[in-house]
């Protein structure tokens, strides 16, 4: 099946850096890859997502970059806030398309 | 959380009782899942239904089963839990056939003594 490696599993940054999160798959075959971002107590929270025929997708400060031949896609956040400080976690839809595999997650700190 | 309510948001049972769990959705997507989150694996899925009566195993069933006797109603039961199955469950829900836009519940937390 789908595997999702995601990296790094921790990341501290000073407010107003850039933050860049990492992630390969295996499957070539997937087509659909969102992000979500999971605050304290909380459910995770859909923040963008890609699909296959798109190369890069941006909205505001957060943007996601797709690359099929080497089968990883990774999220950038400009201009960090305090609030952007959660847990984010990308995934991969599967073959059938009737499931997503998730990475490990990656613990964001924006310090002010 | 896009019309889901999960219950109950906490529980704490012995090993070997039975338990359930509940998600409730208002948007009247066809499709629901439930996933379990432990450190270090993300999210991992458990079963998911993509109609009334209609369910299928995820990655990690072994242990749980599931009902859906109505569109908005998901149920995930332990027959006999175990510490292994100490985590936390979230709900999600998704409109289109291919998962596409899954949106989460608030999650239960479960503690298996």
């Known amino acids: 099946g789908e595997n999702v490696e995601q990296h790094p599993s921790t990341l501290s940054v000073q407010e107003g850096d850039s933050a860049v999160i990492k992630c390969t798959y295996s499957?070539?075959?997937?087509?659909?890859f969102p992000w979500y971002k999971q605050e304290l107590g909380k459910g995770p929270q859909l923040i963008i997502d890609i699909r296959s025929n798109v190369g890069e997708k941006k909205d505001q400060r957060i943007a996601v970059t797709l690359n099929k031949t080497a089968k990883h896609f990774s999220l950038h956040i400009t201009e960090t806030q305090p609030e952007d400080s959660a847990v984010y976690f990308c995934a991969a839809q599967n073959n059938a398309g009737n499931m997503l595999t998730f990475g490990g997650g990656t613990r964001l700190m924006v310090k002010p | 959380d896009a019309g889901i309510t999960q219950s109950p948001r906490h529980k704490v049972t012995e090993t070997g009782t039975p338990v359930t769990l509940r998600c409730h959705q208002t948007e009247n997507h066809r499709y629901m899942y439930w996933y379990r989150q432990d450190p270090g694996h993300g999210l991992r899925l458990i079963h998911y239904s993509y109609g009334v009566k209609d369910t299928d195993k995820g990655e990690v069933s072994d242990g749980y089963s599931v009902s859906r006797s109505k569109t908005e109603d998901f149920l995930l039961t332990l027959e006999s839990a175990t510490s292994s199955q100490t985590s936390v469950y979230f709900c999600?829900?998704?409109?289109?056939?291919?998962?596409?836009?899954?949106?989460f519940g608030p999650g239960t937390r479960l503690t298996v003594t």
């Open positions: 999600a829900i998704s409109e289109w056939q291919q998962a596409y836009e899954q949106y």
């Open positions: 499957d070539s075959a997937s087509n659909y």
